[in-house]
């Protein structure tokens, strides 16, 4: 198994071409701002590729026994040490039946993933007047430097996954809703990549079932379809996230198996 340094990323892209879900996950690793790790069974001609980024995503060919255990090792040792909750995306039936098989002994199980496709004439339809909606002493605004900043959580939040707030302002998209100075509520893209952005949304307890988070989704499908982006929705079981989804114009819910496993704490690094 070989690691590609980042101009050779490239050589995985058509392995991934056509994954039916999370593409702005995967494109957003491959071809940037938010880079993983990738690595392949032979170069300049992959037939199989994986992915280490918040998870762990495979494409091509599950049939070489070398690059499998090679993959099996880099995640025991590696991966393992750094997370408790680790998800494995094959993206086929055939790749999900060998990692079930090579990660056996640690516990591997399923769990549901549900996904939608976004129909923005219902969006459209229902949420053109959103704005109508902010109720007194509340305000949405766009994330920038000054909210991101001053806001310690949404800062934490952005640079988790996009490393430095600078590469989220650049190319994320992110609203949050403001009452008496603080966040209470936000829609920040996970992932941006392949012309979609995955939508992360989080409400204060305190503030929750008050529409908060519809208004800030609305400001964030908005900014999404003028800038020519596809806003990606999915969650693990979750009634009340299917809800919203379903009411902003999120059609044809889709529920997936995914590879999950819980790491033992002995693999933790101190």
């Not at 995640?75 to 408790?84: A, L, R």
């Not at 939040?157 to 403001?178: N, Q, R, S």
């Not at 204060?204 to 982006?229: K, N, S």
């Amino acid at each position: 198994m070989q690691e590609l340094t980042r101009p050779q990323f490239a050589l995985t892209r058509t392995l991934f071409r056509d994954i039916p879900y999370l593409r702005s996950v995967v494109f957003s690793n491959l071809d940037g701002p938010q880079y993983g790790r990738v690595f392949v069974e032979r170069i300049p001609d992959p037939a199989a590729a994986m992915i280490w980024s918040d998870a762990v995503y495979f494409a091509g060919s599950p049939a070489n026994t070398n690059f499998n255990q090679a993959l099996k090792r880099f995640v025991v040792e590696e991966v393992f040490p750094q997370k408790e909750h680790l998800l494995f995306y094959p993206f086929d039936t055939l790749r999900d039946t060998v990692l079930m098989d090579l990660f056996q002994e640690y516990g591997i199980t399923h769990i549901t993933r549900t996904g939608f496709h976004f129909d923005p004439a219902i969006f459209q339809e229902r949420h053109h007047g959103w704005r109508a909606h902010i109720p007194a002493g509340y305000s949405v605004l766009s994330v920038d430097g000054a909210v991101g900043r001053d806001n310690p959580n949404t800062h934490q939040g952005i640079t988790d996954l996009w490393g430095k707030l600078e590469i989220f302002l650049e190319h994320g998209v992110g609203y949050v809703v403001m009452h008496e100075g603080q966040v209470v509520s936000s829609c920040l893209s996970v992932f941006v990549g392949d012309g979609h952005a995955e939508m992360g949304l989080n409400t204060d307890e305190a503030f929750r079932c008050g529409g908060l988070a519809t208004l800030a989704a609305c400001a964030f499908i908005e900014e999404c379809l003028q800038r020519g982006l596809v806003p990606d929705w999915q969650c693990f079981y979750n009634p009340p996230s299917e809800h919203l989804a379903l009411k902003l114009g999120f059609v044809d819910k889709t529920e997936m198996r995914i590879p999950y496993l819980h790491v033992l704490e002995s693999f933790f690094k101190p």
